[in-house]
């Protein structure tokens, strides 16, 4: 008792703050006692009410500052005060500090508020905290950790001083860095833990070192209990010694690929395996270990860019910059790893879950091939593949890598018997009477047909219901045929242990992105709303030990997140889609409280994902609550309405809003995104104004009279002109947009989300003017571009690598590429010049074939191949002299008869096929003229009205009825929409480009809706739906036009009126008045100057009547009675020009006018510029009458 | 052009020339120029604004050609607070009081940008970019500002900025004002 009484305590902070030690934690916890003026912590000697007999705050800051005196420099300090009421004690003790003050850094934090506290509360708290809710985390911002305990332990207090935000905790054991399964994770922290001091320290140094970074664990599986393969293991070792390049280790899932890749790389390291052998955790092996591996990564979760860059920090060369296109970045690399000697040897694991693999295998192709290196690549066959998947036909991986030399593993029931055996065996030690049963399982588990993972997960099941083993059926049985049911069997099994459980898992079922955080309580809402239950933070941390092989451990925008371990998992737990819908809802809703108080990245990327999956009612859910849509990451909503929302033709108003507005919202501050999001609502003419909504804090938009624009999203990223677009078909179904600009290069886009796929193509040297998708024979589409340069390229959409070389051979720039396929089934690309010749080329072997078409000069501005009837294919070339030929590209030969009569040049063709069998050719004329012929008999067979200006390019887009419109884009920047069959336009002109359109395509998706792109001289693309489009426009009553002069127009009492005029000669100079509070016109429009409005001025006179002066450009003066919008002429004019300056013959257009009243009543309207003011600033003023003598002013024509 | 309304009541006029940094201020009454000009606005006066504060004082604020905004204290004729950069392609310009007291500039430029900035403390109060041009603008009262649009009028208003302002402050927003 005597070493912790008053004296003790005493000696011990003595002792402390005499001889520092540098950065220290000062961690009390026993009673504590405070009232609303003091606070003492309590020794044990201390009496019941503490009083001022225990240690105070001030004693405290005095012990804190002697020990700040002793240190050398500016220490840190952490006090957790773990004791009754201490958050009143620390709040005391940070003001006497802040009394005292000095150069500390120090965090001081109270455990408990008014009441008592929990001992131990606070150490379990932070142990769950740090192990699991920031599991993944190598560095902890010290605001997060405090924000975390805040929220586990409500009524604490913490202090920082001289701490700023970005200050961070590191851990002192780094964290294994990689994403695995838990129980795996378990496993290797207990392997760590039996090591001794000096080896353990051994190898966390080096995992943290670099040299061997996260060495035991950046392949997510271990070597631990790992057994056979012995055959693939020599493969690879000898490989390692003999060969050089990419060899791809490849197999099933689950079949134990990164398993034998962690045995091959734990064998790498010496020490490290003779530490696991001499724990027999390794099976000891012949061979000589391989060498050292200079880089090892786990694709995970990886882009191309960054495999890139995180290959170059391992290698130590310098990393390519971040903002260059993929090839460039690549060339660097490339570039650098062949400079380097020795030449490197790299292990890079699950290529399949890499983000876009198959981009990230054209990175690793291209690494491959560097001369000298060793590369080995785990990965699964095809990108379709997962546990309890039937074998997809199709390797993609495997052909994107396009390796020499492949390990393939294959199932090997004897492994997975002895690794049953092994890890049953050492799981139930002394049990020696188990060996039957134990081999009974083994045998069952073997004979299931499934690969190692299965093995896995039945072999954890049986170690949690060890009666299982004692059952008389075989246990495969008993577990299921696959790993779905094995996870059936679990969820049973967790359901009866902790109702809580079955909630969990379904959260993180229904978890978005990379998987749910437990920070700011996110897994606990998301299965909290999903199942309308409560569930608790214990409940995650019981659920991590007890569901551990089925969860997996991953990190998402700087978070750790949790998520089911494979997709089979998610998919048991969400094969009703009905309820899985109505859960998204569910959390859609709860997202909306939660957004406003903590807007964990996790809901502010994610939620509009959940609105996707709750579909409609989700969206209504979220667009009800517009502050909580501002917190949102704008281009998540926008990529999420996009793919879920167009083509149903509703989308609530404020999601709309940030749908057509993503491209602004992306680099606007929170403060402006409020404003934005309104002002695109209102200009998409969804928003109706509404006085009564100025109540609302946030409501910037009072109201608004603009032309409505069809809600339609707007991608950038071009610096020059869109001049063509064209829809690429994927294999896998998608469809890709590419688009060719005069910035010379070529752009890949996600139709369905609205987004920027890849870096730009580059290559071509000059404008790119046509674009179009090349089927081939195996379902694989290339990409070809014709330009200035003269050339025409091709380009693997999916890598967006060149596809060949590039096919020179116009003499002068490339102005349209079509492709064809012949009868024969030969593909052919087709290429129109400037010069009016038409080449022909393979795309397989990038060469010139059959004869051109040359002899005609006038520049090709259209091609398109045409399916006659019987099989037979025709190119229509549209040339700028008006005239559109068929040519047979088998033969060389041209149609004898043309389609003529397209003054100013055909500028655009397309083909729609309204039944089957009969082909219409479309032709553009340039006159705002369309043409549809029939191209059998070049004769007309509908002259369609066209769009109202020059139109310059057309599309058909086919809608679901069956109908074919017609969609011409216009050189003024609108897009008419017309119906094939009856000419009329549908819907409302979609208006939103800033300048001419040059390229419009149709895009169908794999879901079967149609929408339509667009681009043109404003560099946007822009993604439109045309079957909302097709909906009735809603004019807006007395719409203003063009306002180039606005003038607030002071009524009496308060009211404000808006005046508005247009300076446009041809409009006539038309004045319109609006109440400013409402926007309600007053009345009709007024007929202002001929010449045009070139200036207003409102003003209230000193009699409280209000008037309204406007100027003609030429200077006409004249005046306007608001209130009855009548003119004031004659006699009752008040205004007096004074010093007479609108003089006869002066020519200068006006340009402002102020009107300014006089205290005496009258109102004085001066000159239009200050020259005149300075010459005649000395006249005397004109009559000075206040019985409404005035000067008319000159009038002027 | 543009009246300069005084605390007094009286209303003086403001004016400047493209091509001339210079700008007088006159009393209309009188026709006398009061005071020397306001120099230091750059190469020229694209465009002036002014407006009054309910408890007293006025600034006006001129943008020369270069599209940078100074504010003047008309009745000290002194420079106040931070030039405002980045209005080049001025269409409109308007000075606002916003309903926390103080005095906004409001600028719009041909790419349909439209920035209400503090001059004061050269803080970006609010930004957006219409998707069409902007053409003129106007002081309407109450923290409220009309938007000419090439394709109609949107009236704003100022009411709920302070708060948010607070938001953007606390969350570290980058700084895109245009201190010099």
């Known amino acids: 008792m005597r070493e912790r009484g008053r004296d003790a305590v005493r000696a011990r902070l003595g002792e402390w703050s005499g001889a520092p030690a540098g950065p220290t934690i000062l961690y009390w916890v026993g009673h504590g006692w405070s009232d609303d003026a003091s606070a003492a912590l309590a020794d044990a000697r201390s009496p019941t009410g503490v009083g001022e007999e225990g240690l105070t705050p001030a004693a405290l800051a005095r012990w804190i500052t002697t020990w700040e005196a002793c240190c050398p420099d500016e220490p840190w300090l952490v006090v957790v005060v773990d004791a009754c009421r201490s958050a009143r004690f620390v709040e005391l003790l940070a003001g006497e500090l802040d009394r005292l003050g000095g150069r500390r850094r120090i965090a001081l934090v109270g455990t408990s508020g008014r009441g008592a506290a929990t001992l131990g509360r606070f150490t379990d708290s932070l142990d769950a905290t740090l192990r699991h809710t920031f599991a993944a985390d190598a560095e902890i911002a010290a605001t997060r950790l405090c924000d975390e305990l805040d929220r586990t332990i409500p009524g604490g207090a913490r202090r920082f001083l001289n701490i700023h935000d970005d200050a961070v905790l590191r851990r002192a054991t780094p964290v294994p860095e990689y994403a695995g399964s838990l129980d795996l994770r378990a496993v290797l922290t207990a392997v760590l833990t039996t090591l001794s001091i000096d080896e353990r320290r051994h190898f966390v140094s080096k995992a943290q070192g670099g040299e061997l970074r996260a060495d035991q664990d950046s392949l997510g599986e271990v070597g631990w209990y790992f057994t056979g393969r012995e055959q693939e293991r020599q493969k690879i070792l000898d490989w390692l010694v003999e060969s050089s390049g990419m060899l791809v280790v490849t197999g099933r899932a689950g079949s134990g690929k990164s398993a034998l890749l962690g045995d091959v790389l734990v064998r790498s390291r010496s020490q490290l395996a003779r530490v696991l052998l001499d724990h027999g955790l390794l099976d000891p092996i012949d061979a000589a270990p391989p060498a050292a591996f200079d880089c090892t990564l786990q694709l995970t979760g990886l882009a191309a860019t960054e495999v890139i860059a995180r290959i170059s920090e391992d290698l130590g060369v310098a990393a390519p910059e971040q903002l260059q296109p993929l090839t460039a970045q690549l060339d660097h690399l490339t570039d650098r790893v062949r400079a380097r000697t020795p030449p490197p040897r790299l292990m890079v694991d699950a290529l399949d879950e890499a983000v876009d693999p198959l981009r990230v295998a054209a990175v690793l192709r291209r690494l491959g091939a560097v001369a000298g290196i060793r590369l080995i690549v785990g990965t699964r066959l095809s990108t379709r593949e997962g546990p309890d998947r039937s074998h997809p036909a199709d390797t993609d991986l495997l052909d994107a890598l396009a390796a020499s030399r492949q390990v393939v593993i294959e199932r090997d029931p004897d492994a997975i018997a002895r690794y049953v055996t092994r890890r049953l065996t050492a799981a139930l030690p002394g049990h020696a009477g188990n060996g039957p049963a134990v081999a009974r399982a083994a045998a069952s588990i073997r004979d299931a047909g499934q690969e190692i993972l299965y093995a896995r997960l039945a072999v954890y099941e049986l170690l949690a219901q060890p009666d299982l083993l004692a059952a008389a059926s075989p246990v495969a049985e008993l577990l299921g045929p696959d790993h779905r049911s094995i996870f059936a069997a679990a969820v049973a099994r967790l359901d009866s242990k902790n109702p809580a459980y079955r909630p969990l898992l379904v959260g993180l079922a229904l978890a978005q992105g990379r998987g749910a955080p437990i920070r700011d309580g996110v897994w606990t809402a998301v299965a909290a709303a999903a199942n309308g239950v409560t569930v608790t933070d214990d409940d995650v941390i019981a659920l991590l030990g007890d569901g551990a092989p089925y969860l997996a451990l991953d990190s998402d925008h700087g978070q750790t997140v949790y998520r089911l371990a494979h997709r089979t998992f998610a998919e048991h737990l969400t094969v009703d889609g009905e309820l899985t819908r109505s859960r998204h809802q569910a959390i859609t809703r709860r997202v909306v409280a939660e957004l406003e108080t903590r807007p964990n990245p996790y809901w502010v990327r994610y939620t509009s994902s959940d609105a996707a999956g709750g579909g409609l009612p989700a969206w209504k859910e979220l667009d009800a609550t517009p502050r909580a849509v501002d917190v949102l990451d704008p281009d998540a909503v926008a990529r999420d309405a996009m793919r879920s929302l167009f083509g149903l033709g509703v989308v609530p108003p404020h999601i709309a809003g940030v749908v057509s507005a993503a491209h602004e919202l992306r680099a606007a501050g929170p403060a402006d995104r409020i404003a934005i999001r309104q002002v695109t609502a209102y200009c998409a003419g969804i928003l109706r104004p509404d006085p009564g909504q100025d109540s609302d804090s946030a409501q910037i938009v009072n109201w608004a009279s603009v032309r409505k624009r069809q809600l339609h999203a707007i991608l950038t990223g071009h610096t020059g002109r869109v001049s063509a677009i064209a829809a690429i078909p994927l294999a896998g179904g998608g469809t890709l947009l590419a688009t060719g600009s005069d910035d010379t290069s070529v752009r890949l886009w996600d139709p369905a989300t609205g987004t920027a796929v890849g870096s730009p193509l580059t290559g071509h040297t000059a404008e790119v003017y046509a674009v179009t998708a090349v089927p081939l024979a195996d379902e694989q589409t290339l990409l070809a571009t014709g330009s200035r340069d003269g050339s025409v390229r091709l380009w693997d959409p999916v890598s967006g690598a060149p596809a060949g070389d590039p096919m020179t051979g116009h003499a002068h720039g490339v102005s349209a590429v079509a492709a064809l396929r012949l009868p024969d089934g030969r593909n052919l690309l087709a290429s129109g010049g400037e010069d009016g010749s038409v080449l022909l080329w393979d795309p397989q072997t990038c060469t010139a074939v059959g004869d051109p078409w040359t002899g005609q000069f006038s520049r090709v501005s259209a091609l398109v191949p045409v399916l006659l009837p019987r099989g037979r294919v025709r190119l229509a070339v549209g040339r700028a002299n008006g005239s559109v030929r068929l040519w047979d590209p088998a033969t060389g030969r041209s149609a004898r008869r043309s389609m003529t009569g397209h003054p100013g040049g055909v500028s655009a063709l397309t083909v729609m096929t309204p039944s089957a069998g009969r082909t219409v050719l479309v032709a553009a004329a340039s006159r705002g003229r369309v043409t549809l012929w029939n191209p059998i008999t070049c004769t007309v067979a509908r002259p369609l009205m066209g769009g109202h200006a020059w139109v310059t390019a057309l599309a058909a887009v086919p809608q679901p009825d069956g109908r074919i419109l017609l969609a011409a884009g216009n050189a003024d920047g609108s897009v008419d929409l017309l119906d094939s069959s009856t000419g009329a336009v549908v819907g409302s002109r979609l208006t939103g480009h800033a300048g001419g359109v040059e390229a419009v395509a149709a895009v169908p998706l794999s879901d079967g809706r149609t929408l339509l792109a667009t681009g043109g001289w404003d560099t946007s693309l822009r993604l439109w739906d045309p079957a909302t489009s097709a909906a009735a426009d809603r004019p807006v009553a007395g719409r203003i036009v063009s306002p180039t002069r606005v003038a607030a127009v002071p009524r009496p009492f308060g009211q404000t009126l808006l005046a508005a005029g247009n300076a446009d000669r041809r409009a006539r100079g038309p004045v319109w008045l609006l109440d400013a509070s409402t926007g309600l016109p007053q009345g009709e429009e007024m007929t202002g100057h001929a010449d045009g409005v070139a200036a207003m001025s409102g003003v209230l006179q000193a009699d409280e009547r209000s008037l309204l002066v406007t100027v003609g450009r030429a200077g006409a003066v004249k005046l306007w009675n608001p209130a009855t919008r009548a003119r004031i002429e004659g006699r009752r004019r008040r205004v007096v020009t004074a010093y007479h300056l609108w003089r006869r013959g002066d020519t200068r257009e006006v340009s402002a006018a102020t009107a300014v009243p006089l205290p005496d009543g009258r109102t004085i309207l001066p000159p239009r510029a200050a020259t005149d003011l300075c010459g005649c600033g000395t006249q005397s003023p004109g009559p000075r009458s206040a019985t409404s003598r005035t000067t008319a002013p000159e009038r002027r024509s | ?180």
């Open chain 2, 1 to 180: 052009l543009t009246g300069v309304p005084l605390p007094d009541g009286r209303t003086l006029l403001a004016t400047g020339a493209v091509g001339d940094p210079a700008v007088w201020l006159w009393d209309p009454v009188t026709a006398a120029a009061v005071g020397g000009p306001l120099t230091g606005n750059g190469g020229g006066v694209w465009a002036l604004a002014a407006s009054s504060l309910p408890g007293g004082g006025s600034l006006l604020a001129v943008c020369d050609q270069s599209g940078v905004v100074r504010v003047w204290d008309p009745i000290d004729r002194t420079a106040v607070g931070h030039p405002l950069a980045g209005a080049r392609g001025l269409a409109a310009m308007a000075a606002v009081v916003s309903p926390d007291g103080r005095i906004l500039v409001v600028t719009g430029t041909d790419d349909g940008t439209v920035l209400v900035r503090d001059p004061l403390d050269g803080r970006c109060v609010l930004r957006i970019r219409f998707a069409s041009r902007c053409l003129s603008l106007c002081d309407l009262g109450g923290g409220r500002f009309a938007v000419g649009l090439s394709d109609g009028v949107i009236v704003l208003s100022l009411s709920g900025r302070t708060e948010i302002s607070t938001l953007e402050e606390g969350q570290g927003a980058r700084s895109r004002n245009s201190a010099p």
